[in-house]
């Protein structure tokens, strides 16, 4: 995994030079280069070395999923949104910038992306490629995806429900965190002509990994410490979210991870891949530190 990492990060830095304006450049590399886990890229390259796809062609992809994952995390902390200070254990951008630029930055990354997939895949990938890609990229960043489970995660916190609260919660879960998980093993699915059921297998994966990584993240807002999160705590009661401890408590909460966790397994294992184990147990180990 650190190996991936290290590409992943040289690849971010080489796409994304200090140009004119460069305020707008410093503010797009700030967050992006604090140490993050590079989850999402990781995923998205170890699925294409698992079907023997070629990892250079799907750097480009894996890097943007990075640029929209961290966009997500600038316009989550501005005041309107999330209203945090910190993140990865840095002033948050707009802390820095000012909140006119973090949003500029944002929306620079956000747009950055798939003009990164198109300019630098188009020698190594084919143009159905490049389109199937940008097709899912739209669908987890917009009103269908990303976008989606904010708003509602947003309006939870005023109780405003136009499901029923359970329903509410797993669409935050789906969409705020298992969307950007599921672009990229979709995207490595792509990248190295995985046959469809696999895809579908990995896809599923990709989900339950999303929710327990969103119920690890309710859990360690509740427990946790601003060093091991790189956050503020606790953030999340203070707003009267709605989350999986808030609706069902810390205890059903570690069940429900566990067996995700289990789910999780079922799936990965028989890939064989040290690095989809690292990913997993990345928060089995934290949760285990924590709750046992
Ligand atoms: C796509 C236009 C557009 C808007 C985005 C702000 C927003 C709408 C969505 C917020 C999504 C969000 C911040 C979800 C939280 C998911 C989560 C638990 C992130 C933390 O991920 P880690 O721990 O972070 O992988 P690092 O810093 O390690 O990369």
Aim: with cysteine; net charge negative; proline share 3%.
């Amino acid at each position: 995994m650190e190996e991936l990492i290290k590409l992943i990060n040289q690849k971010l830095d080489e796409y994304i030079p200090i140009n004119y304006p460069k305020t707008i450049f410093e503010a797009m590399k700030y967050t992006l280069s604090l140490s993050g886990k590079r989850l999402r890229p990781v995923m998205c390259l170890e699925t294409v070395r698992i079907f023997n796809g070629d990892i250079e062609a799907a750097l480009p992809t894996a890097c943007a999923i990075e640029m929209l994952h961290v966009q997500s995390l600038i316009h989550d902390d501005l005041p309107c949104m999330d209203n945090d200070d910190f993140r990865r254990g840095k002033p948050s951008n707009h802390k820095v910038f000012g909140e006119a630029a973090a949003v500029l930055a944002g929306d620079a990354l956000l747009t950055f992306a798939p003009q990164t997939i198109i300019e630098k895949s188009k020698e190594v990938l084919t143009s159905e490629q490049i389109l199937n890609i940008l097709h899912e990229y739209t669908k987890a960043a917009g009103a269908y995806g990303l976008i989606a489970g904010q708003i509602v995660d947003i309006e939870s916190e005023k109780k405003q429900f136009e499901k029923k609260e359970e329903e509410t919660l797993y669409f935050i879960q789906l969409h705020k965190t298992a969307d950007l998980f599921r672009l990229a093993v979709k995207s490595g699915c792509i990248i190295a002509n995985a046959p469809d059921e696999r895809a579908f297998e990995l896809e599923e994966f990709a989900v339950k990994y999303g929710q327990l990584f969103q119920i690890y993240d309710d859990i360690m807002d509740e427990i946790s410490t601003f060093e091991e999160m790189g956050k503020t705590i606790g953030k999340d009661k203070e707003a009267q979210k709605l989350t999986y401890t808030s609706l069902y408590g810390i205890e059903q909460a570690k069940k429900t991870c566990n067996a995700l966790i289990k789910d999780c397994h079922d799936i990965i294992d028989k890939y064989a891949s040290s690095v989809f184990e690292e990913i997993l147990e990345i928060v089995e180990k934290r949760l285990e530190a924590r709750i046992n």
